[in-house]
C-alpha cells in the first residue's frame, strides 16, 4: 500500500490544478478523439491478489486461522498413465513436516523428515525386509523442510517478517487463463512461484526451481472442498513444459493428530 497511496495523491493533486486551470484551456473536439488515452489500472499489490485468493479458497474466513495440521494420501501415475507410486505428508505446526514415498509395487518405503531442527531419510525394503538405511540432512535441507512446512500451513498467506518476502511478478498466461502470479521466497532457500486466475483468484498452477535449472509446475486441474476449504484434488506435474507425472490426493484430512515424536530422530 506504500507505493499505492503516493500515486493516489498524485492524482488527486493533478485533478484538482486541472480543475483550476479548465476555463483556460480549449475543450477537445471530434478531431482530438484520437490523441486521448484512457488511464491504465494500476497493478495489483502482492497482498491484494494473496487476500482475494484467501477469500476464493475458503467458506468460512476464520477456518484457516484454525488449521494447525494437515494429512495428504496421493497416488502418483506417470506420463503414460501407468502408476508410479504413492505419497503420504504430514504437516504440523509450527514447522515439521514428514513425507513417506512409496515405489509402484510399494516394495520400497523412503521417509524424509525434520521438525525444524534437525531432519533425517530412512529407506526400507518392505518386500524382503532387508536391512534399512539411515540418514542424516544437511541442514539447508532442513532449513527448506522447515519453510516448505511454513507455507503449506500459511495458505497462501506470506511469510512473516524476518522470514520471507513476496512480491508480485506480473500477469501472464496458463493454460489459456490470464493469471496473476505471486513469488514467495523464504529466508531457507525456498521459493515457489504462484499463478492466480485473474477473474476468481483460484490457484492455477504453481513453479519450482528443479535440479540443473529446470522449472517444475504443478497445474491444478480439480479441486475438493474439506471442512470448508479448497484443496488441490488433482494435479498434472510438468518439467520445463514436459508431461512427467499425475499426482490425485485420495485424501485430505485437517487437524490430523500426529506426536512430536514422531518427527524425532529415530533411535537406532
Known sequence: MATIRPLLAFLALGTSLLAAESDKLPLPTAADSGKLSLPTAAAPTAAEVIAKAQAAMVKNPDALLKIKSLHLE???????????????????APFKRREFAYNANHSIETITCANGLEGWTKSSELVTGGRAQLGVMRYEAVSTLKDMAIDELA??????????????????????????????????GFKVTRHFDAKDFHLVASDLPGAGGKVQRQVVDENTWVEGVSFTKKETVLLDGKKVSTVEYTQVVVNHEVPDAAFAFPQR
Do not use: C, M, W
Not at 74 to 92: E, F, W
Not at 156 to 184: C, D, I, M, Q, T
Open 155 to 188: 495458505f497462501y498467506g506470506a511469510p512473516a517478517a524476518g522470514s520471507g518476502k513476496v512480491a508480485y511478478k506480473g500477469e501472464a498466461e496458463v493454460n489459456g487463463l490470464k493469471v496473476h502470479s505471486v513469488e514467495y521466497s523464504y529466508r531457507g
Open 74 to 92: 496421493a497416488k502418483i501415475t506417470d506420463a503414460d498413465g501407468k502408476g508410479a507410486g504413492s505419497l503420504i505428508i504430514q504437516v504440523a
